[in-house]
């Protein structure tokens, strides 16, 4: 990473942070919409099966509605002495199976008849007694609208389809049982029956029947997805519709021994909704099954109606969702690669591109080129603005560069003149570069007042002072007003004047000592006269003195 350049960390920077963040998104986009779309599928079999099972109740509630009105017309009858017929009974049964497809048989028991009905004395040639001679009608839909009558085998309360009834004296249901009709064809039933009650003694049954066969077929005929299936339990844990038609009529611990799924048995005896996922008892599949419970009437005795659906097919909704999600999700991804890669590439085209130019200008300022070549950005974006702010900027400061290297020339230029002693040069050049343009002002200031206190051309006083080292005082300076100038043209003019009266003077003098030599030849000569007649007085002193010595010496050995 140390080695790339600006662009290539930038872009590999974003690709990272777009891949991570939308990664992330799509993984939890796609995982909250494949929950989303799983819990809406279950939500579906759950309210299929709550509808299905709230069908077969409306069923079995009709039933026991049924068998109540049955019940009601009989003990209503008994109590108010109405005088009801056999073949009317056996009407009414006929028109309870034609109001309700569903029923196979509607049936009436009487241990005793005598209620109702008088004895039977052998004349009435109908089908419906028993061979006791009761009254006990058992009416079968054929379908057509042809129905079939025949006797309920003697009354007996053990009999399964009389005994529950009996026993709870209210509206019952009986387990599935196996019942042999008179032709000797064996149906697997279900009686929905209640008690005959007079002054609190049971004296019949009267029921329905509804084949499981009929049920299994409406039920298998109902389809979830592709395969999902319905199946039914009652309250007993027997098997009422099942696509495994082997295990209809018989416990459901026949067809499976797993608890999770004889947790449907456990749970819906409860009145307990269920749900689990594994193994379909159809096929092996991984499957998502769910149990609804619904109550037989008010008996507390449940029904449960379950649904199993392969995992794959109530998910393949799901699966389209994620896979579409997955897949417009690396479309998005792949589209945003491609306009970061471009749009990087331009950034970096750019960068590189205002780096080159900053470098070149760079160079140009350490005096490493000669020139720079603007930046060579034609876009309105930010990138084109910074380049056009640039290259006007690089253009000042190149104008300011040059105008600086005009000056520092011209002052190189001033300096050459002022070294060969010409102090009335100035520098010319301007420049928008205030330190330089102050500097320069200065500069010629400083050579202004130079010239005005020393000279104009440096030059011409050294001639001049090399002239008065060799005592000629003649030459001046001409047309310079600089001070020092004028003090040496005045100083050659009082020197000149100075010598002019020396000159006089020692012309004078000249005179004065030709005058003076003949005097002192005149001194001299009486100067050695004076000698020659000092050295005879001298001579004669000596002489005196030493008479005085003698006369002293002579006056003192006297005093002596």
């Given at each position: ?42 939500n579906y079999i759950k309210a299929t099966v709550k509808a299905y099972a709230m069908e077969q109740k409306s069923i079995l509630d009709n039933t026991i509605s049924v068998v109540d009105s049955m019940v009601n017309r009989i003990e209503t009858a008994i109590k108010t002495g109405e005088n009801l017929t056999k073949e009317g009974m056996v009407d009414y049964q006929k028109n309870i ?365 050294v001639e001049v002072l090399d002239k008065f080292s060799k005592l000629d005082f003649r030459v001046k300076i001409e047309n310079d007003n600089g001070k020092v100038a004028m003090g040496i043209n005045n100083l050659a003019t009082i020197i000149n004047d100075m010598l002019k009266e020396n000159k006089a003077n020692g012309l004078t003098l000249e005179q004065s000592s030709k005058l ?45």
């Amino acid at each position: 990473m140390k080695n790339l350049n600006f662009g290539t960390k930038l872009l590999i920077i974003l690709l990272g942070t777009v891949i991570l963040s939308l990664g992330t998104m799509i993984f939890f986009t796609s995982k909250n919409q494949y929950a989303n779309a799983e819990e809406e599928a279950k939500n579906y079999i759950k309210a299929t099966v709550k509808a299905y099972a709230m069908e077969q109740k409306s069923i079995l509630d009709n039933t026991i509605s049924v068998v109540d009105s049955m019940v009601n017309r009989i003990e209503t009858a008994i109590k108010t002495g109405e005088n009801l017929t056999k073949e009317g009974m056996v009407d009414y049964q006929k028109n309870i199976l034609k109001k309700n497809d569903f029923l196979f048989t509607a049936w009436i028991g009487f241990e005793d008849d005598s209620y109702l009905f008088d004895r039977y004395d052998g004349k009435d040639v109908n089908p419906y007694y028993t061979p006791k001679g009761v009254f006990q009608p058992l009416v079968t839909s054929e379908g057509g609208g042809k129905y079939s009558v025949e006797f309920l085998p003697e009354f007996n309360k053990e009999d399964v389809y009389l005994k529950p009834a009996i026993e709870n004296k209210k509206v019952s249901i009986t387990k599935p049982y196996e019942y042999e009709m008179s032709n000797g064809k064996k149906v697997l039933m279900v009686s929905v029956a209640a008690p005959i009650i007079i002054n609190s003694k049971v004296i019949g049954v009267v029921g329905v029947d509804f084949s499981l066969e009929t049920i299994n077929k409406k039920v298998s005929e109902i389809t979830l997805y592709k395969t999902g299936y319905l199946s039914l339990y009652e309250p007993h844990g027997i098997v009422v519709a099942h696509p495994r038609t082997e295990g209809v009529g018989k416990p459901f611990s026949n067809l499976t021994s797993n608890p999770t799924v004889l947790g449907i048995i456990e749970q819906g005896v409860k009145g307990k909704e269920y749900d689990f996922m594994t193994k379909s008892l159809r096929d092996g599949k991984e499957a998502y099954t769910y149990s609804y419970p619904y109550e037989f009437g008010d008996t507390k005795r449940y029904w449960m109606m379950a649904c199993s659906v392969p995992i794959d097919e109530f998910m393949e909704k799901a699966n389209d969702v994620r896979n579409f999600s997955l897949i417009f999700s690396f479309i998005v991804l792949g589209l945003i690669i491609v306009i970061v890669v471009y749009n990087m590439r331009i950034l970096s085209k750019n960068l590189t591109t205002i780096s080159s130019g900053l470098l070149g200008f760079f160079a140009f300022l350490n005096k490493e080129s000669q020139n720079t070549t603007p930046i060579n950005i034609k876009s309105t974006d930010e990138f084109g603005t910074m380049a056009k702010v640039i290259n006007e900027n690089i253009v000042k400061t190149q104008e300011l560069i040059k105008q600086d290297e005009l000056l520092i020339n011209d002052v190189k230029r001033v300096v050459d003149e002022v070294k060969a002693g010409h102090l009335n040069k100035r520098i010319e050049k301007t420049t928008v570069n205030t330190g330089l343009e102050e500097l320069k002002n200065n500069f010629n200031e400083m050579l202004e007042n130079s010239m005005n206190n020393i000279c104009t051309d440096v030059n011409k006083v050294v001639e001049v002072l090399d002239k008065f080292s060799k005592l000629d005082f003649r030459v001046k300076i001409e047309n310079d007003n600089g001070k020092v100038a004028m003090g040496i043209n005045n100083l050659a003019t009082i020197i000149n004047d100075m010598l002019k009266e020396n000159k006089a003077n020692g012309l004078t003098l000249e005179q004065s000592s030709k005058l003076l030599l003949e005097n002192v030849d005149k001194l001299n000569l009486s100067s050695n006269e004076a000698a020659a007649s000092l050295e005879e007085t001298a001579a004669a002193l000596e002489e005196i003195t030493s008479n005085i010595r003698n006369n002293t010496e002579s006056i003192a050995k006297m005093s002596s």
